[in-house]
């Protein structure tokens, strides 16, 4: 995995073999922060990374000079993982260990994105659950945007927040947003 953009471009990362990931794929990734740079300015942005993994997301965010991100995994080997790097790239992250269902359940953080990134297996009913709890309890900000990583097996678009999907290779990013 590397770094593709920011203070740290370049810079490749090897996570321990032993977790149960699924890292983004750097032109997936190229793709997911094109369509974010023509729409925010990413050095002024606050953002929660959900079942972050390697942390791959996250990095890319703070790199690019992101203020604030919150990286949830459940999985112990992800969490310590995410904070060795984090402390030594002195990276804005804050790392949480919590399933990331329980966790949307007592979040009062607001974020401008809310990225996802669960695994492809999910069943559509379980990625609903993670739109309808990030907009009932409104953890965007205004103008913001939950991005969630899925197979392109997967179709997101019934859900009334849905407002368009990009596929990059076998992956499928899904943006949803409030209708302003």
């Known amino acids: 995995m590397r770094i593709i953009s920011g203070k740290y471009k370049g810079k490749r990362l090897t996570a321990p073999k032993k977790l149960p ?26 953002v929660l990374d959900l079942f972050a993994g390697t942390g791959n ?45 329980k966790y949307l359940e007592r979040s009062k953080q607001k974020t401008n994105i809310v990225f996802g990134d669960p695994p492809y297996s999910f069943e559509d009913d379980k990625f609903y659950k993670i739109v309808d709890l990030v ?3 409104e953890l965007i900000l205004e103008d913001g945007l939950l991005i969630l990583e899925h197979s392109d097996q997967t179709d997101l678009s019934k859900n009334p927040y849905f407002k368009e999907s990009r596929k990059y290779g076998g992956s499928v990013f899904s943006f949803f947003e409030k209708d302003q």
């Open 57 to 101: 997301i996250s990095f890319e965010f703070a790199s690019r000079g992101a203020v604030e991100i919150i990286s949830v995994d459940s999985f112990t080997g992800c969490v310590q993982y995410i904070s060795k790097i984090t402390k030594e790239l002195s990276f804005p992250i804050s790392v949480i260990k919590s399933d990331v269902f």
């Open 135 to 137: 907009f009932e309890k």
């Open 21 to 46: 990931v699924r890292p983004t794929t750097d032109m997936a990734k190229e793709g997911l922060f094109n369509i974010l740079n023509n729409r925010f300015h990413i050095g002024e942005l606050k």
